[in-house]
T-cell receptor, first 113, second 114 residues
Framework: GAVVSQHPSRVICKSGTSVKIECRSLDFQATTMFWYRQFPKQSLMLMATSNEGSKATYEQGVEKDKFLINHASLTLSTLTVTSAHPEDSSFYIC?????????FGPGTRLTVL | GESVGLHLPTLSVQEGDNSIINCAYSNSASDYFIWYKQESGKGPQFIIDIRSNMDKRQGQRVTVLLNKTVKHLSLQIAATQPGDSAVYFCARLGGGTSYGKLTFGQGTILTVHP
């Protein structure tokens, strides 16, 4: 089946540092990947749509200069949280479109101290 | 605006009982709905989907019902098992300018007691 991985699964960083999260489609090519954020006991909120070879499109209220997205290949998209602050602590989940379906990664738990 | 929401934030059932999780939507342009299961600390897993040209769809132990008149869909889980304990989300797949984007509902926490 279609598998999406994320790395790292957990990361703890100091306030002001940047963190990069990788999302990979392991056995299929994904022209489009999506990045979601999920706060505790809340739903998934779409942050941005990542398109291979072009700029990401961000949802309203999501700062593109703070959440940098790079989709350099058909199997890899990265999300970099720049100058992270404690309020950026969240569960970040990616999904990849393939076979007319979205497949979700296992998520990355970010904790900013 | 568009929204997909849930009536019941928590649901507790006994093992073996049937579970029903509800979802309401406000945008009549929606034509494709998906139910996801999310276990603690994991990403969502696809359970079942339904298009607006259908009223009902069945899978293994799960049934999704869509009532377009009242803009309501439900997920029925038969013979609920402890392994079914998770958060369940309905989601709508967008079209047009929102093509391919998923809008998630609030979520329902299902707890199955042995």
């Amino acid at each position: 089946g279609a598998v999406v991985s994320q790395h790292p699964s957990r990361v703890i960083c100091k306030s002001g540092t940047s963190v990069k999260i990788e999302c990979r489609s392991l056995d299929f090519q994904a022209t489009t990947m999506f990045w979601y954020r999920q706060f505790p006991k809340q739903s998934l909120m779409l942050m941005a749509t990542s398109n291979e070879g072009s700029k990401a499109t961000y949802e309203q209220g999501v700062e593109k200069d703070k959440f940098l997205i790079n989709h350099a290949s058909l199997t890899l998209s990265t999300l970099t949280v720049t100058s992270a602050h404690p309020e950026d602590s969240s569960f970040y989940i990616c999904s990849a479109s393939g076979y007319n379906e979205q497949f979700f990664g296992p998520g990355t738990r970010l904790t900013v101290l | 605006g568009e929204s997909v929401g849930l009536h019941l934030p928590t649901l507790s059932v006994q093992e073996g009982d049937n579970s029903i999780i509800n979802c309401a939507y406000s945008n009549s342009a929606s034509d494709y709905f998906i139910w996801y299961k999310q276990e603690s600390g994991k990403g969502p897993q696809f359970i079942i989907d339904i298009r607006s040209n259908m009223d009902k769809r069945q899978g293994q132990r799960v049934t999704v019902l869509l009532n377009k008149t009242v803009k309501h869909l439900s997920l029925q889980i038969a013979a609920t098992q402890p392994g079914d304990s998770a958060v369940y989300f309905c989601a709508r797949l967008g079209g047009g300018t929102s093509y391919g984007k998923l809008t998630f509902g609030q979520g329902t926490i299902l707890t199955v007691h042995p």
